[in-house]
């Protein structure tokens, strides 16, 4: 829960994240290669999430192989 007086479309946003196990994370990474990534993504019409999220889904499978 937020500290401090949370808007109720706080709330409810965190309330629907958590219910679909949805977490936010955070890395450094360099500034050319994001924005080339975020230029790519809008050129295919697809946000960066999706695309994290299926390489992330790919990754993790072929690791399992070893």
């Known amino acids: 829960m937020p500290i401090g007086k949370p808007s109720k479309q706080t709330i ?6 958590k219910k679909v196990g949805l977490i936010s994370k955070s890395y450094k990474l360099k500034k050319e290669l ?15 999430a999706a695309v ?3 390489f992330m889904e790919k990754f993790v499978a072929e690791t399992e192989n070893l």
Do not use: G, M, P, V
């Open 12 to 17: 409810a946003t965190e309330k629907y994240a």
């Open 34 to 48: 994001t924005e080339d990534f975020a230029e790519a993504c809008a050129k295919r019409n697809t946000s960066a």
């Open 52 to 54: 994290l999220t299926e």
